[in-house]
């Protein structure tokens, strides 16, 4: 247990974006809660069962040791699916708890018949077809030997999607590509559905394509970023809010993440300050000593340039971004005592520091921040 830093879930806030999302998605549209990457880094044992409270029953997860840890957060009444990495003999143990998968290649619909025929159980298969991104995918010229493979062996599999996944929907710079895909994906189906597969579910739309492109969402929409409080890219936040009668921010970030002063420490006008020569006092300062550096996932490049809340006012990092330690310029804070909260990324009083603030500086984008945010940070929900 780590004890220099928490992250506080706000569940109000978690229950107002699925309420967006619930009104993004419309009745005919179900709702895939994309939780890979520990739940973008909000830590899966915490989101699964909010969600479940909130009524969401469908998650979505990269692999099977991700599936494994919703299966054991979860009440048992959710489906799970998996959508990439899963090994031969992991493919077992999903059949046998009907964990969904996700299959782009004939050999793993050959691997998954053949447990699902070893131990007498229907395996649940999504189809994933290629249609422009490039990455996993059925090429479309092996349906028809897909199709035979299923329809020879109806009593082992059952068909519970059919799916795609754009490649950027995030921004118009890709329209044409998108516009393509889903041409590809319509035709795609069609020729299966030609040979008698009719899918339980069609299901393309990410969070930007369902906010973008409103045809995708289909039968069922994988949403992920939208619930943790965030548009994908600014563009899509214009883009919807723009449609929209309001102008103001629909979603609420729900992560905020804090540490504590741990020292401090005064500091003679001419002195460099921590490693190397980044930073020299042009005059005394005080700083704050705070135990939290790149291991735990704040970031180097935010070395004399981010920036903290100590006593709702910002207090700017000084020097270099440690291995588990920052030091903060506290000289125009009164009264820091040691143990003070320090806000990373979060409220204080009346101050913010955004994700996006935050991440601007790093150049890292919302999704690569957050599911930084390493597992062993302690999670604890908040009202
Ligand atoms: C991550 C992922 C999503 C969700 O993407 P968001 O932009 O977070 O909504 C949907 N589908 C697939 C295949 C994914 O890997």
Request: proline share 3%.
């Amino acid at each position: 247990m780590e004890h220099s830093t928490h992250i506080e879930i706000s569940k109000s806030a978690l229950y107002n974006n699925l309420s967006f999302i619930k009104k993004l998605l419309g009745s005919k549209t179900a709702f895939s809660s994309v939780i890979k990457g520990n739940a973008y880094g909000h830590g899966v044992e915490n989101i699964v069962p909010l969600e479940e409270e909130f009524g969401v029953s469908h998650f979505s997860v990269f692999n099977a040791d991700e599936a494994l840890k919703v299966f054991q957060a979860s009440n048992g009444s959710s489906t799970i699916m998996i959508m990439g990495m899963l090994l031969p003999e992991q493919i077992e143990w999903a059949i046998e708890n009907d964990v969904e998968f996700v299959a782009f290649d004939i050999g793993r619909v050959k691997t998954a018949l053949q447990y699902a025929e070893k131990i007498k159980k229907k395996a649940k298969i999504h189809i994933e077809i290629e249609t422009g991104m490039n990455r996993t995918g059925l090429e479309r010229k092996n349906i028809p030997r897909i199709c035979k493979l299923i329809q020879d062996n109806k009593n082992y599999v059952e068909i519970k999607g059919v799916c795609t996944h754009f490649a950027g929907a995030e921004s118009i710079a890709n329209y044409y590509r998108v516009k393509k895909q889903e041409k590809a994906y319509q035709s795609a189906l069609k020729k299966m559905e030609e040979c008698g597969i009719v899918p339980e579910k069609r299901h393309v739309a990410c969070s930007a394509a369902a906010i973008k492109y409103p045809k995708t969402k289909m039968d069922m929409a994988r949403i992920g970023i939208l619930q943790y409080g965030f548009f994908p890219t600014r563009e899509i936040m214009i883009s919807y809010l723009s449609h929209s009668k309001t102008n103001i921010n629909p979603l609420k970030r729900i992560i905020t993440w804090k540490s504590k002063v741990m020292g401090k420490k005064s500091i003679k006008q001419g002195e460099f300050v921590g490693y190397g020569n980044s930073f020299f006092a042009n005059s005394t300062m005080e700083i704050a000593i705070v135990p939290i550096g790149y291991s735990q996932g704040y970031s180097r490049s935010l070395s004399n340039q981010g920036r903290v809340l100590i006593g709702g006012h910002f207090a700017h990092i000084v020097g270099v971004v440690n291995m588990s330690m920052i030091l903060v310029d506290i000289t125009n804070i009164a009264n820091v005592q040691l143990g003070d909260e320090v806000v990373l990324i979060g409220k204080q009083g009346e101050h913010e520091i955004s994700v996006a603030s935050f991440s601007d500086f790093t150049n890292q984008v919302n999704y690569e921040l957050l599911t930084r945010l390493p597992v062993d940070i302690p999670r604890i929900v908040t009202e």
